[in-house]
C-alpha cells in the first residue's frame, strides 16, 4: 500500500460478510467502521427469525484461512458426509455429497461464527462497531451516511471516504449506487417460505439423530431439513409455497399442522416435542434471488455478499459466496493498490457472473433436494457422475463437487455442469444400471465434449 493512502473505509453491515470484510482491510492496514443495523450479538440473542446454522465449504474455508481464523473456526464445526433422506415409511439412506474422504461440509453456527470475526476484527485496533445504526440514506455529492438508531430512533449523519455494502439483501448502499447509475435491481420472489424449528437432543444429552449428515425429507413440491448443532440438537427447517394446497397460507391450525405432520414426515413428530409452539411463534422467513447492477460506483462504493447477490439457501453458498467476495477485493487492493475506481470495478466485474451462476444453481438444488434426490433416474446419474470422476479426473467432475469442493469460478462450475448433464443424459438413455452404461462412448463424449480441468 502507498504511503500516500488515507487508509480508511466504511462498511454498512456487519454480519458474517462485514465482519469478516473488517478484519481482512484491518490486516491491510486499514482503519475501518462499521454500521451495524442490529444489537451486537456479542450482549444479546438476536438470531430468531434468521437460520441459526450454515454450511461451510472450502470457498468459503479459504478467506477464513487467509485470516488466520481456521484454527478459531474448526471447533465451531460439526463435519456433514452427505444428505440422509428420509422416507414416508420412516425408511433413511445416506447419499454421499463426494467420493473422497475431504469432500464433506460442515454445519456452523451462524452467531458463533459472526462473534468470533467480530471479536477477531476489534483485537487489531484497527476496528470500530457501532450497533444499533440503521443506514437509512447515502449521499454521494456529500460523501455522507444517515444512521437511525434502532432503539432510541434518533437521527445521526457521518462522512465516509469510501463505503462497502455489505448491509444484506435490502441494502441502503445499493439503493443509493442505483439512484445515480442505473435502475437494474430485479428481486425475484421464490414463491416459497420457511419455518425453523427445533430437534433437541435426546434425555441423555445426545443426537436423537445421526450427526454426520444433513436430514432431507423431500416431498415434491416442499420439504423439510435439519442440520446438527454443537449442542447436539438439530435446526429443523420446513419449506413450502406461500399459497396453494399444501402452504403457509393454508396449513393455519394445530389440527392442520398435527395431520400435515403425520402424513408427510412421521417419523419427525417424535423429536419435535415443540412443533406447535415454534410453528406458530416462529416467524416465516421470506425467500428470494437479488440480482442487480452495476456493484459499485465510481471510486466510493462497492457491494459484498448479499447486498449484491442475494440468493436461496439450498446450495449452501450464500456465506461461501460472501466470504469470497470479500477475498476478491482484498486481491484487487493488493492488485491496484491506491486505484479504488479499479479496485471496485474489476472486484465487480471478477464476481458478477459468478454470482448469478450461483443464484441459479441454488434454485435448481431447491427441485434436486426436495423431488429428484429419490428418483431413480437421478440416482443412477450421480452413481455414473462419480464413476466417471474415477476414470476421467483431469475432465470430468461432479458439478456439487465443483461448487462445494473447489474454488473453481461458480460461472465455470455452471458452465461444465451443463455439459455435463448433456453427457450424462446420453449414458443413462434406455438403461437402468451403472453395468449398462457404454464406457467406450463415456470415454469419447467426455473428452470431445469437456476441456481438462485445471482445479
Not at 481464523?69 to 455429497?97: A, S, W
Not at 425453523?196 to 439423530?209: H, K, R
Not at 459484498?304 to 446450495?315: K, M, N, Q, R, T
Amino acid at each position: 500500500m502507498n504511503n500516500n493512502i488515507t487508509p480508511s473505509i466504511t462498511l454498512v453491515g456487519g454480519g458474517l460478510v462485514g465482519s469478516l470484510s473488517a478484519l481482512l482491510l484491518a490486516q491491510r492496514g486499514f482503519q475501518v467502521d462499521v454500521y451495524e443495523r442490529r444489537a451486537d450479538m456479542r450482549l444479546a440473542d438476536i438470531s430468531a427469525g434468521r437460520s441459526i446454522n450454515l454450511a461451510l465449504a472450502n470457498r468459503g474455508i479459504f478467506p477464513l484461512q487467509q485470516a488466520g481464523l481456521m484454527e478459531q473456526v474448526k471447533p465451531l464445526l460439526t463435519e456433514m458426509k452427505g444428505r440422509m433422506i428420509h422416507d414416508t415409511n420412516g425408511d433413511c439412506h445416506l447419499h454421499p455429497y463426494g467420493q473422497k474422504a475431504h469432500e464433506v461440509i460442515y454445519s456452523v453456527s451462524r452467531g458463533d461464527l459472526n462473534k468470533l470475526c467480530l471479536d477477531a476484527a476489534e483485537a487489531t485496533g484497527k476496528v470500530r462497531f457501532f450497533f444499533n445504526q440503521r443506514c437509512t440514506k447515502v449521499d454521494f455529492a456529500t460523501n455522507t451516511i444517515e444512521l437511525e438508531h434502532s432503539e432510541t430512533g434518533s437521527i445521526s449523519e457521518t462522512t465516509f471516504t469510501r463505503i462497502l455494502g455489505t448491509d444484506g439483501s435490502a441494502s441502503a448502499v445499493r439503493e443509493a449506487i442505483h439512484q445515480n447509475t442505473s435502475n437494474y435491481h430485479k428481486i425475484e420472489p421464490l414463491g416459497h417460505s420457511y419455518k425453523e424449528l427445533t430437534i433437541p437432543p435426546s434425555t441423555n444429552g445426545d443426537f436423537q439423530m445421526e450427526p454426520y449428515a444433513l436430514h432431507i425429507w423431500p416431498r415434491g413440491g416442499f420439504m423439510v431439513i435439519a442440520l446438527p448443532n454443537r449442542d447436539k440438537s438439530f435446526t429443523v427447517t420446513l419449506f413450502m409455497p406461500n399459497t396453494g394446497p399444501v402452504s403457509f397460507e393454508s396449513i393455519d391450525s394445530e389440527s392442520k399442522v398435527k395431520s400435515f405432520f403425520e402424513k408427510e414426515f412421521p417419523d419427525a413428530i417424535p423429536l419435535l416435542p415443540n412443533l406447535m409452539e415454534e410453528f406458530f411463534q416462529n416467524p416465516t422467513g421470506h425467500l428470494a434471488t437479488v440480482r442487480c447492477s452495476p456493484w459499485h460506483y465510481k471510486d466510493r462504493a462497492l457491494l459484498l455478499g448479499d447486498a449484491a447477490h442475494a440468493i436461496v439457501p439450498f446450495h449452501g453458498q450464500g456465506m461461501n459466496c460472501g466470504f469470497e467476495d470479500a477475498w476478491e477485493l482484498i486481491e484487487q487492493i493488493d492488485k491496484h493498490e491506491n486505484d479504488w475506481e479499479a479496485i471496485f470495478k474489476d472486484t465487480a466485474e471478477a464476481r458478477f457472473d459468478n454470482g448469478n451462476a450461483i443464484a441459479d444453481m441454488a434454485i435448481e438444488n431447491y427441485i434436486e433436494m426436495r423431488d429428484s434426490v429419490n428418483d431413480p433416474v437421478f440416482i443412477l446419474k450421480k452413481s455414473l457422475s462419480f464413476e466417471l470422476e474415477k476414470r476421467f479426473p483431469n475432465h470430468f467432475v461432479p458439478r456439487y463437487s465443483m461448487v462445494m469442493f473447489h474454488r473453481l469460478p461458480y460461472a465455470e462450475a455452471y458452465r461444465r455442469g451443463k455439459i455435463q448433464s448433456i453427457i450424462l443424459d446420453e449414458l443413462v438413455s434406455n438403461i437402468s444400471t451403472l453395468e449398462d452404461v457404454d464406457m467406450s462412448l463415456a470415454e469419447t463424449l467426455v473428452k470431445a465434449k469437456l476441456n481438462p480441468i485445471a482445479l
